[in-house]
């Protein structure tokens, strides 16, 4: 795939008609728009209703109460408006601008600056979904900039420099997962698990580790449960797509099948007996153990390496961190920090889509073709194709 250089795409690409490179369905702005949001409206429901079923049942019975329905039901339509306007308004603000700048196109009017302004609308998702987006967000752009780094030379991304990350990002994460937890409050975050709340020590309780019952059975139980969530989670990728023949798809199950089981199970497994280990060797509980037991519980990720997991979990110790922030009014209240931060994450991530496809995150071609329904698979072939004419 071609990198577009802000040279070149000046070069090829500013006088050419914004039909080609915006809505090539319709030559008109006003009447392609039509085209256009009906695609993003329905690009938006079909991807959203999978996310939103998925984590709805994650919750469990509760679920099924009327007021939780209604909600889940209140937040999908949301979800769905919000898509369907970024989608929507991507296309007129790119023509808008355009039209504003002499009918010329730049290399950043065509997508980065549009999808910036857009990005406010992510104020649609209630605050403790907002805050699952822009962490999510944050992440992928990181992913970017590494894969930037390393594509130029700069650094070279090891199985090992990448399992030490996540080593130093889990044992931190854990860490304020449990002074937070002391605080009763708690930051949405999406994490493999949560640790038990440090117990605080009593005189008539002779228990010193935080959870009941004998470590053993606390520590299997883990490992059991999470083996078996790693596992269906593997088989559910892996069978899925081949449902109709369930044998065939059967019968490609591997070792590596395995691996994912193997990761949660020695995740949670090393974790919890550290835990209890220094629980018991002290005779008391603390927050602090969960430096050393998150540490070399991220030894586990040996089994599944992956730079998105990895990055994950710096961030998401840096979220929890900067809520402590906050409290302590280091990090100003009145400026929407999360939500410029936002905005310039999806920003960059679109326009990188289209002019540097060769290094984007998948997940950002998946979520721009669904959310626009094809839409914007056929504005980049327009643009490759204009780029490639023009050379
Ligand atoms: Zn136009
Ligand atoms: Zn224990």
Known sequence: MVEISKHLFEKTCSDVHCSVLLHPWNRSCWTSSIETYKSAFAGSAK?????????NLMKGKKMLKRKELMKAGEYYIRSTILGALIAGSCSSLSCLLRWLLGRKFTYYTYFLIPNTIN???ILLEPPKRRGLV??????LVIEFWIRLLERDGYLTMTKGKQTFMFMVGSAVLFYLMRLEGESGKRTPLLWLFRPEKVRQK??????????????????????????????????????LPRISSPLKALASVRGEHFKMGLFFATYIGIYRAVVCYLCRKQGYDSAMYALPAGYL???????????GFAIASLTGAFKLYSTILYEKKILPENIPLPLMMYCFCQGLLFHSRNVHPDICPQYVF??????????SRIVFKNLLETVKAAM
């Open 119 to 121: 990005g406010v609308f």
């Open 202 to 239: 009593t005189d008539d309780s002779k228990i010193v580790c935080p959870h009941d019952g004998p470590c053993t059975k606390h520590i299997l139980k883990g490992v059991s449960s999470y083996f078996g969530i790693g596992f269906a989670f593997t088989m559910a990728r892996v069978l």
């Open 134 to 139: 822009i962490n999510l967000f944050c992440n």
């Open 297 to 307: 519980a991220g030894l586990s990720f040996l089994f599944k390496p992956n730079l």
């Open 366 to 375: 998946k979520l721009t073709d669904s959310v626009s329904n094809g839409k």
């Open 47 to 55: 991807f959203y209703i999978l996310i939103h079923l998925v984590q």
